[in-house]
């Protein structure tokens, strides 16, 4: 069974901090996704690794940042943290290809004071 | 880029009936159409999915089924329990590798 690890279930940081969330699968896929979930809004792309070092911006990329220094960990940096970032977020991962389900984590809720 | 729309945003139900959650997606170049349900505090979790090849594919109580040429899918849940209660979620590849979702559906089934 797919296992993808999120570091934390909740998080309280303060505006202008830099925000470090983690994520861990252990079933060497090649694609890994960090998402942001607010109410109505559905599922966010925040952004998108395909590959060790290789990352693509997903709808929603500003104010965040991500690295991906080997495949089985994805990180997402806040570089200076605001309120309006205060959501779920989301890790998951899948293999390469067409129509491939994505696994997720447990996500990650974040409030910024 | 896909855009994808799911309806209803709420749906209520009484234990027993059956329910259904459409989507339409914009991108006719997608072929890969996940359903994932969200208990509450827990993850997406994939239930059921349908290939562009496919018209429409069963498990057990749930079932989805595409018109390709109207770019629409939609999941039935017949016989609906208390523990079908969830968020759900529909999706369509784009690009190959990602998936644009829908923005959820909240179906309360009442005992």
């Known amino acids: 069974d797919v296992k993808v690890t999120q570091s934390s279930r909740y998080l309280v940081k303060r505006t202008g901090e830099k925000v470090f969330l983690e994520c861990v699968q252990d079933?060497?896929?090649?694609?890994m996704f960090w998402y942001r979930q607010d109410p109505g809004l559905g599922l966010r792309l925040i952004y998108f690794?395909?590959?060790?070092?290789?990352?693509e911006k997903g709808d929603i990329p500003e104010g965040y940042s991500v690295s991906r220094e080997k495949k089985e960990r994805f990180s997402l940096i806040l570089e200076s943290a605001s309120t309006n970032q205060t959501s779920m977020y989301l890790c998951?991962?899948?293999?390469?290809?067409?129509?491939?389900?994505?696994?997720f984590g447990d996500g990650t809720r974040l409030s910024i004071l | 880029g896909e855009n994808v729309e799911q309806h209803p945003s709420t749906l209520s139900v009484q234990e027993g009936d059956s329910a259904v959650i459409k989507c339409t997606y914009s991108?006719?170049?997608?072929?890969?159409f996940p359903w994932y349900k969200q208990e509450l505090g827990k993850r997406p979790q994939l239930i059921i999915d349908?290939?562009?090849?496919?018209g429409e594919k069963k498990d057990q109580r749930i079932a989805v089924t595409l018109n390709k040429t109207a770019k629409h899918f939609s999941l039935h849940i017949t016989e609906t329990q208390p523990e079908d209660s969830a968020v759900y979620f529909c999706?369509?590849?784009?690009?190959?590798?990602?998936?644009?979702f829908g923005g959820g559906t909240r179906l309360m089934v009442k005992p």
């Open positions: 998951a991962s899948s293999w390469t290809g067409g129509g491939q389900p994505q696994h």
């Open positions: 079933m060497d896929h090649e694609n």
């Open positions: 690794s395909y590959d060790v070092k290789m990352k």
């Open positions: 999706a369509g590849d784009n690009a190959g590798n990602m998936l644009t």
């Open positions: 349908i290939r562009s090849n496919v």
């Open positions: 991108d006719s170049a997608s072929n890969y």
